[in-house]
């Protein structure tokens, strides 16, 4: 019988030199969301734009775990993601303006980030088929024996729709090496757990294929980093999945769009009182030693990266082709 | 040269493709230990191991998806859809995913896929069982869809299809799976999206594919009788099309009529017909008639069915009808 119970907590202690690279990540997250916001009430941006802002530390602590050859799948709030895979933010930021130098060249938008040199196989904007995706990519580490471990993303939100079900059903059933992710922000847009979800753990999914289960707080970084390392391990050594349950919360409406009416201020700033950018900066200060010039310095950085990256956006050419992607030309084909 | 039956054509390719390229593998319901229900992989288990030819449950749309993530990542699956009526619960994943990722990614992440299986009425299996799903698929940009009428277009087809760079929807005649025909043993490709006329004719061009070519090849025959010489083109790949093969029988003929076992609203056949018109104007001596099913769901009782379903009476009344001759 396979472990389905969730892992004890891990000794969560870390270095400054763990965790200043982890913090430069969240933090650059938030101001490149940040400043995407700030550009979208400016009319900069377009469409749906989805911000993670709050949920930070689930994508930069598990991503952390990866090689970079290794296959991340996410969903329509996947900057982070991208990000933390090595997406830079020149290239996510001229992407969200629409522009010619984004990373899929202003044809995807936000919400369709997709980069092959860092093995990012894409932002999904229809939830939930993704999974099988992210299913198939393991499927096919296993076929070739490459060795890599897909991460999937998906909101709690995803797990009632079909796709998820039957993506998890096939990852255990062919033992595929793929880490679930389940992103539990408490909301499915405006659809709190209690009226979405009859069991509120998504990790109890996991039961009924026999696959490992994990489930944690992700506000801290390092704890996040520390339980998905188990998993990912588990995927690349014995090849079997696992699904995890990360509790998190966004800080801001599903998208740019929603004043977020369906919870209450004090709510809000509950879990703000949680804030993972300002857990990792204070365990760096009160249990790793980092000095505030040390972090000032990375903070004037990560600045810096971010101004330079909304000024790429705003300089760079508009998009200009559509249509060479329609379809490929094949050898035999057209 | 050999004379083969249009699963064994299938099957042929299929083999052929597997034992040249690695990446290649079959994936669905039944097509493994069962042998494929319509026993279009018979063998294939056998000869290939467990490893590329995979049994899967009753989850279209996870191992539609299953095989879209493997074809992202470099490998060229065959998924197998028991029947394309099927493949409406993995819809998600071919329009939403399989047809726009390629687009999505700005062309760093082709889907080199096949999904494939039969499609189109087959004998009183009913409103579920029988319907003909080219017009919808044929409708979304980023797919392929072809649709053999005969075992040597079968094989040269599909062997195409493996090797395309996109996805293609192959969509398999359900009652042409015994049907027969002289396929050579040495290997060759029929290139997508190029059409082909089955008969020569003058008086009237038929435009069928799949299952409504030999329907329509009878009925040449019947009309050859009254000493009236049909052309029938087959397009062979509804997307892209050849409407140019199309076209220039249609001008040589001066009249048209299109015969699909789909529904009339919509029907592929309306596009055809829009595209002839639009080139052919000054040659059309009678307006273009259409032969569709009924518009209806299916019915069970046979002869209900055969009311519905183009038969060779409805093309030869159609024939009449552009000739002036009803």
Request: hydrophobic share 40%.
């Amino acid at each position: 019988m396979r472990r389905i119970e969730p892992e004890e907590d891990t000794p969560d202690t870390s270095t400054k030199e763990e965790l200043i690279p982890l913090y430069r990540q969240i933090l650059a997250i938030r101001r490149m969301e940040e400043a995407a916001a700030k550009a979208y009430s400016q009319g900069k941006i377009g469409g749906f734009l989805h911000l993670i802002i709050g949920q930070e530390a689930v994508c930069v602590g598990a991503v952390s775990t990866l090689r970079r050859d290794d296959y991340v799948v996410a969903t329509y709030r996947e900057h982070g993601h991208a990000y933390a895979k090595g997406v830079s933010s020149r290239a996510i930021l001229a992407e969200l303006y629409g522009k010619k130098t984004g990373v899929v060249k202003g044809l995807g938008g936000s919400m369709h980030i997709f980069d092959k040199p860092t093995s990012f196989l894409g932002g999904y904007g229809i939830v939930g088929g993704h999974v099988p995706i992210a299913a198939g990519a393991g499927f096919a580490s296993k076929y070739r024996g490459d060795g890599r471990v897909t991460l999937c993303f998906f909101g709690e939100g995803s797990s009632t729709i079909g796709g998820f079900q039957e993506g998890i059903a096939l990852a255990a059933l062919w033992k595929l090496p793929v880490v679930f992710i389940c992103e539990n922000n408490l909301y499915s847009m405006g659809t709190p757990l209690y009226r979405s979800l009859a069991v509120e753990d998504v990790s109890m999914r996991a039961l009924a294929h026999g696959m490992a289960r994990d489930r944690l707080d992700g506000d801290d970084v390092i704890r996040v980093r520390r339980r998905i390392q188990i998993a990912v391990d588990r995927a690349r050594e014995s090849g079997e999945p696992t699904l995890v349950e990360v509790r998190t919360y966004r800080f801001r409406g599903h998208s740019m769009s929603d004043p977020g009416l369906y919870r209450t201020r004090e709510e809000v700033d509950e879990w703000k009182r949680r804030d993972p950018l300002a857990i990792a900066r204070r365990r760096l200060v009160d249990e790793c030693g980092a000095s505030e010039e040390e972090l000032r310095a990375v903070e004037d950085e990560v600045k810096k990266e971010i101004a330079d990256a909304i000024r790429f956006a705003e300089d760079s050419p508009a998009a200009d082709e559509y249509r060479p992607y329609v379809t490929k030309e094949s050898p035999t084909g057209d | 040269m050999p004379v083969i039956s249009y699963r064994e054509a299938l099957n042929h390719a299929i083999k052929e493709e597997m034992e040249r390229d690695e990446r290649v593998f079959l994936m669905g319901e039944e097509v493994g230990y069962y042998q494929g229900a319509y026993k279009v992989s018979q063998g294939l288990l056998q000869r290939f191991s467990e490893r590329r030819v995979i049994d899967a449950p009753i989850a279209e749309m996870g191992f539609a998806g299953v095989g879209i993530g493997a074809a992202m990542v470099g490998l060229r699956p065959i998924i197998e859809f028991m029947t394309f009526n099927f493949s409406l619960v993995a819809i998600d994943q071919i329009v939403n995913n399989a047809a726009k990722i390629y687009q999505m990614s700005a062309g760093q992440f082709p889907i080199p896929i096949v999904f494939r299986g039969p499609g189109g009425p087959a004998v009183q299996v009913a409103s579920q069982h029988s319907q003909a799903l080219e017009s919808m698929y044929s409708h979304v940009p980023g797919l392929k869809v072809a649709m053999p009428s005969t075992p040597y277009d079968a094989k040269g087809l599909l062997k195409s299809a493996v090797r395309d760079e996109n996805p293609v929807i192959f969509i398999e005649g359900e009652t042409l799976y015994n049907a027969t025909g002289e396929v050579p043993d040495e290997e060759y490709l029929i290139p997508l999206g190029v059409a082909e006329v089955k008969r020569q004719g003058s008086h009237v061009s038929l435009i069928a594919w799949s299952a409504m070519v030999p329907v329509c090849m009878a009925a040449a025959e019947k009309l050859a009788e009254e000493g009236i010489e049909a052309e029938v083109v087959d397009p062979r790949t509804l997307r892209p099309l050849d409407a140019k093969t199309i076209v220039e029988s249609v001008q040589k003929t001066g009249r048209c009529v299109i015969v699909e076992v789909g529904w009339p609203l919509c029907g592929y056949g309306a596009e055809v017909a829009y595209q002839v018109q639009r080139e052919c104007l000054d040659s059309l001596d009678a307006p273009i008639e259409r032969v569709t099913s009924e518009d209806v769901p299916m019915p069970y009782a046979l002869n209900l069915e055969r009311e519905v379903i183009p038969q060779v009476a409805d093309v030869v009344s159609a024939v009449h009808k552009v000739l002036y001759l009803d």
